[in-house]
């Protein structure tokens, strides 16, 4: 198996973008919307675009950058819609790789969906059996043949009847020639806004730094259960089915979106600053530094240091040039992959006690070698915060953990964890905390699930099957 010392993280799995605008260049502003969404997927991506008459996807493996590298299309209908996608270990197949695009009865459709299903398998048998064909291993392509076999009259019914079908994460936006889509799980784990650009046109995004790029004003986000329409006649909602709480996803706050995005009604930036602002107050280290394992650590980090007055610099320095790098899983060869990718600043760190915060420790490798670094460096003692509980659990709703056995938490204790990764002290956000780093989003509307067993619904499997599924077949 192959291994990524790096990827120490949980990773999202997608970000989608779709545009309604017959004013402006559909092709070029999708591809500044996913260029904005980059940080949610950089295995692959793509858009979807259709002239009036047929629907064109155009995909590739990569970072947007490289898959329009000769350039964007130059489609010159009004809709489009487009994907980036991380997928999970083994899976990077470009079969997968997003839009998905077919026919059916009614035409053409294009569908991009960012989540996981939980009900994948039973729909997936129940299709087969009736005799779908399936072209990739993703949980999208049950939804487009769930679309294509429903027996409504119109799109939108069919679309309406297909989802309430699947169970799990999803938020889906569709389009065929003359219109637009969106829809969001009635639990609202993964974000879905809608905006406006400045030519009356509608957009809606994974999240609202993509409507700043393209220069589109943020209207609303697109409630749970919630089906949208656009077309020639504007915006048309429905709410499609209810559930009994709200769940987003707290790690969306914690890691995946951009710090300058605001996800339903709470601004990122201010959630990690206040994260670090209730680590000072739930540890109060006398400290002489505060550092951040960089990028994601950074935000808290500052607010860490604003709280307590502990000066912020810049202990460690990013390779930013440095992709994924896939070696073999021995100590020494991790241990070099993490000093390509990181560096220590000697004279920063050098005899000063110093507080380190990240986002999440799920494997507990890098960090440990993190530690040796600063040790190496000259770090008098090294105290971790974590902004991030301990995660134990697998995620079932659209997030690349590892199986559980894999999750360091789930087998040791804080103290066991602190002696395995060679900190002096270490400390984990309390749920509490987190919940009060974020007014605006009641704990109660927070999805835990990873962090305390806590499942909003039901899971697929129960057992290391039902863990492995975790890692098959996400968007």
Same mark, same amino acid.
């Given at each position: ?75 010159? &209908? ?49 299709? $087969? ?18 679309? &294509?076999?429903?027996? /409504?009259?119109?799109? $939108?019914? %069919? ?24 829809? %969001? !799980? ?33 209207? %609303?986000?697109? /409630?749970? &259960? ?76 500052? &607010? ?36 390509? /990718? ?15 915060? !990240? ?55 804080? $103290?066991?964890?602190? /002696? ?44 290391? $099957? ?10």
């Amino acid at each position: 198996m192959q291994y990524d010392p790096i990827w120490d993280k949980i990773h999202e799995e997608c970000g989608v973008l779709g545009i309604y605008d017959k004013t402006v260049e559909i092709p070029r502003y999708i591809y500044w919307g996913l260029f904005a969404l980059q940080h949610r997927g950089q295995e692959s991506g793509g858009m979807a675009l259709t002239d009036g008459t047929d629907i064109h996807t155009y995909r590739g493996m990569g970072l947007i950058s490289s898959v329009f590298e000769k350039g964007v299309p130059e489609e010159d &209908g009004h809709i489009g819609i487009g994907h980036v996608r991380y997928s999970t270990t083994g899976s990077n197949n470009p079969r997968n790789i997003q839009p998905l695009a077919v026919y059916t009865a009614m035409g053409e459709i294009a569908l991009a969906h960012n989540g996981n299903l939980t009900n994948t398998r039973l729909l997936r048998e129940a299709l $087969e059996d009736s005799g779908a064909t399936f072209q990739t291993t993703m949980d999208s392509e049950v939804i487009v043949n769930l679309i &294509g076999r429903s027996k /409504k009259k119109t799109f $939108e019914e %069919r679309i309406i009847d297909s989802v309430k079908q699947i169970r799990g994460a999803y938020s889906l936006v569709l389009m065929t020639k003359e219109k637009m889509y969106g829809a %969001r !799980d009635p639990y609202g784990f993964r974000p879905l806004c809608i905006g406006r650009t400045g030519t009356g046109g509608w957009v809606l995004a994974s999240e609202t730094c993509a409507l700043d790029a393209i220069g589109a004003a943020f209207v %609303r986000d697109v /409630k749970p &259960g919630e089906f949208i329409e656009i077309g020639e006649n504007g915006l048309r909602s429905v709410i499609f089915a209810a559930a009994d709480r709200k769940q987003v996803c707290s790690f969306e706050y914690i890691y995946f979106a951009r710090p300058d995005s605001i996800i339903d009604g709470q601004d990122v930036y201010q959630a990690r600053l206040n994260m670090g602002r209730e680590m000072w107050n739930e540890t109060r280290y006398d400290a002489d530094l505060v550092i951040s394992v960089p990028d994601s650590g950074t935000t808290a980090a500052i &607010g860490y240091a604003m709280a307590s007055g502990i000066p912020f610099n810049h202990g460690l320095i990013k390779n930013r040039y440095m992709g994924r790098t896939f070696i073999k899983p021995n100590q020494k060869q991790r241990e070099l992959a993490v000093r390509m /990718k990181l560096n220590v600043v000697k004279s920063v760190v050098g005899g000063k006690r110093i507080v380190m915060v !990240d986002d999440s420790i799920v494997r507990g490798t890098t960090s440990g070698i993190i530690c040796k670094l600063l040790r190496e460096a000259g770090a008098k003692e090294v105290y971790m915060c974590v902004s991030a509980p301990p995660v134990k659990y697998s995620c079932f709703y659209g997030i690349d953990t590892s199986v559980r056995k894999e999750l360091i938490a789930a087998g040791l204790n804080v $103290e066991e964890i602190r /002696k395995y990764i060679g900190v002096d002290k270490l400390h984990f956000i309390s749920e509490s905390g987190l919940a009060r780093a974020m007014p605006e989003v009641p704990k109660e509307n927070m999805c835990l699930a990873c962090f305390n067993n806590d499942y909003p619904t039901d899971i697929p499997v129960t057992g290391e $099957e039902g863990e492995k599924y975790a890692l098959e077949g996400k968007c």
